[in-house]
């Protein structure tokens, strides 16, 4: 056996430096020595310290005098002012680079950044360092925590000192779309970043790991994350006494590497005992290791030979396991020969120790069954995000494989909208949250409805911050009442007024758009508190008497439909959208009693235009120039009756349109 410690492994500087202190105050034998919190992740070393007199507590409310060591950690700042304020001495061994963190984020929270810290809410550090910006930083752990984050405007992200590089900066992609103004530091401690990167290459190359460290230390944990990444045999231990070592004898080589808070006699401890471990143990061990298999245990294995029936595979038991067609898979159509093949190497799970004929009975799909069951139990614990896909309706809701795992989303949480036909749903494909899970009664409720509230309001916060009074948007016309058209613009709603619908008078909204139209509106104003949106259709085109006076002038002759018929005349609607009174003494040439005897409503006319009146916005058109153009010649002139009609020609196009 080969025995390889990492180069970067143990005690970092701010561990040392903490314990190195302690030791000195301890061996000053001074009364009423306390630790705020224990002193290291190590219980082994906390037991060591507390029997030399240096007692842990979590709270300095009771302590009236003594001598406090503040951790590597670091406190928040109204923890270290009470005690600064107080009867006792405070001896503080905060990690200067956690206390540089803490500068850090003090600084930008007075210059009125807000502050995001990537890391675990509940480590000591992290707690730490959010009291030194009045507790008021935002904190993400994961994904979710990320989406959640409200839109900000300058922000100033650090991290956990001992996360990987890997996870700071996956989380930091996402916090980053958050902030107008962000600053970031990546504030991984350098020692734990060798330390990782040792644990990286050596687990690459050995056969198992040994991770030595507090079973709740942060920077242990990531270890052994690390680890499994590149070496399937990872183990987690306190104490070389956590692991049979008859467990390591069947590996050829074994890395060993520690976190922060694991002493050298600790590791010193761990290499002995594998190095003592002689050619007679290893045997015992493999002998003992023949008598260990049970009923329900997973075990590796390497496949020896495939059949069209079965898989035969070496557990490095007295006998063979067998693997039968049923329990390769859940699909009775499966090729073992096509899944496996001699070499392959394989997790078994144990159904039967003897099948009556000596032979061990496997399951395979049983092992992939219980894995993902437990990776669904993490992911329910870290409320983490899962991809579902619906396979088929039943009562009540739909039935979606979750990591290979039958769940169900019940119909009250498929949508945030109220979905009346669960059949469009079959086949699709989305993310879904994890709202109970049971394992023993093989039981997951999941909901689409919880993510797409969170896709919504990141959406809402999104659209609220692009608004601009005048600019032009698109949205899709959602329902309409009487005083106007809403409109949805992505996740938020507006208002069209119907006096902003159209140039034209409008009497119900129907007669300009219809729910499902996709319109262009411009912004006229909003007010995010209220949650209202004033939007404008009329306004995205020109108006229709500048496009007529752009187009049209006295003495054209233009087309229009008839929309109006009067005793005094008609009102004739021309292309550009603008109305022009037909006097009826414009009519014709002879006389005309009512203009209803001779015109229909609806009918197309050309006219002439005889007048424009810019300023109150009258049109006076005549049909009769158009007919029967005014003789030139004095005899062709005869004497034609006009009626006075400068009463009727004062009343407006408004006027009439009201007196409807």
Not at 160 to 173: A, G, I, K, V
Not at 248 to 256: A, P, R
Not at 285 to 302: M, Q, V, W, Y
Not at 325 to 333: A, T
């Amino acid at each position: 056996m080969k025995i390889i410690v990492a180069e970067n492994a143990g005690f970092c500087f701010g561990v040392d430096r903490a314990m190195e202190i302690a030791n000195d105050k301890v061996k000053e034998k001074k009364d009423n020595l306390f630790s705020y919190g224990p002193l290291i992740h190590n219980p082994q070393v906390v037991d060591k310290l507390k029997s030399q007199g240096l007692m842990p507590i979590d709270e300095i409310s009771q302590l009236k005098e003594g001598n406090v060591i503040i951790r590597s950690h670091g406190i928040p700042k109204q923890i270290e002012e009470e005690l600064k304020n107080s009867n006792i001495n405070l001896i503080d061994t905060t990690c200067p680079y956690v206390k540089n963190i803490h500068r850090r984020v003090e600084k930008f929270k007075e210059d009125g950044y807000d502050i995001v810290i990537i890391g675990d809410p509940n480590h000591p550090e992290v707690i730490g360092i959010n009291g030194w910006c009045n507790n008021e930083a935002y904190i993400v752990n994961n994904p979710e925590d990320a989406y959640k984050l409200p839109q900000l405007d300058k922000v100033c992200i650090v991290s956990q000192t001992t996360n990987t590089e890997e996870r700071f900066y996956n989380l930091l992609e996402l916090v980053e779309l958050k902030g107008n103004l962000v600053k970031t530091f990546n504030t991984i401690c350098n020692a734990t970043k060798n330390r990782q990167n040792s644990a990286k290459e050596l687990a690459a190359v050995v056969d198992a790991m040994v991770v030595i460290g507090g079973y709740k230390s942060s920077n242990t944990l990531k270890l052994v994350e690390i680890s499994k990444k590149y070496c399937k045999n990872v183990f987690h231990i306190e104490t070389i006494k956590d692991i049979s070592l008859q467990e390591l004898s069947k590996f050829n080589t074994i890395g060993i590497t520690a976190g922060a808070s694991t002493p050298d006699w600790i590791i010193k401890e761990a290499v002995e005992a594998m190095d003592n471990l002689n050619s007679n143990e290893m045997m015992e061990a493999i002998e003992n290791s023949f008598t260990k298999i049970h009923r329900g245990e997973i075990l590796d294995g390497e496949v020896i030979f495939v059949t069209s029936d079965e898989v035969m595979v070496n557990i490095n038991y007295k006998s063979d396991g067998i693997i039968t067609k049923d329990e390769l898979s859940n699909d009775p159509d499966i090729n073992p020969k096509e899944m496996f093949k001699a070499g392959d190497k394989i997790q078994v799970y144990v159904v039967k120790v003897d099948d009556g004929e000596g032979n061990v009975v496997l399951s395979a799909k049983r092992v992939e069954e219980m894995k993902r069951w437990e990776e669904l139990e993490e992911n329910f614990k870290a409320k983490e995000l899962i991809k579902a896909k619906v396979i088929r309706v039943v009562k009540g809701g739909l039935i979606a494989l979750a990591q290979g795992v039958n769940a169900f989303i019940p119909a009250s949480h498929v949508s945030v909208n109220y979905v009346t036909n669960l059949e469009q749903f079959v086949g699709q494909e989305f993310m879904v949250s994890i709202l109970d899970f049971d394992k023993q009664k093989r039981r997951i409720i999941l909901s689409r409805k919880e993510v797409e509230k969170v896709e919504l309001e990141n959406k809402r916060e999104k659209l609220w911050s692009s608004l601009e009074e005048g600019a032009i948007v698109e949205g899709i016309v959602q329902r309409l009442t009487n005083f106007g058209a809403f409109v949805d613009l992505g996740g938020v709603d507006g208002l069209i007024h119907i006096s902003d619908l159209s140039w034209n008078r409008v009497k119900h909204p129907s007669e300009i758009v219809n729910p499902g139209d996709r319109v262009e509106v411009q912004i006229l104003s909003f007010d995010k508190e209220k949650n209202r949106i004033s939007l404008g259709l009329k306004q995205t085109v020109e108006e229709p008497w500048e496009v007529f006076r752009k187009n049209v002038q006295i003495g054209d002759i233009v087309e229009g439909k008839i929309v109006n018929l009067l005793d005094f005349g008609a009102f004739i609607r021309l292309k550009e959208g603008v109305d022009g009174l037909l006097h009826v003494s414009q009519i014709s040439r002879e006389h005309v009693n009512k203009p209803s005897d001779v015109l229909n409503v609806g009918d197309n006319i050309e006219v002439k235009v005889i007048d424009i009146n810019n300023e109150d916005r009258r049109i006076s058109l005549s049909k009769k120039e158009v007919d029967m153009p005014e003789p030139t010649s004095k005899e062709e002139k005869v004497d034609v009756e006009v009626e006075d009609t400068s009463e009727e020609e004062n009343v407006t196009i408004q006027d009439i349109i009201d007196n409807k």
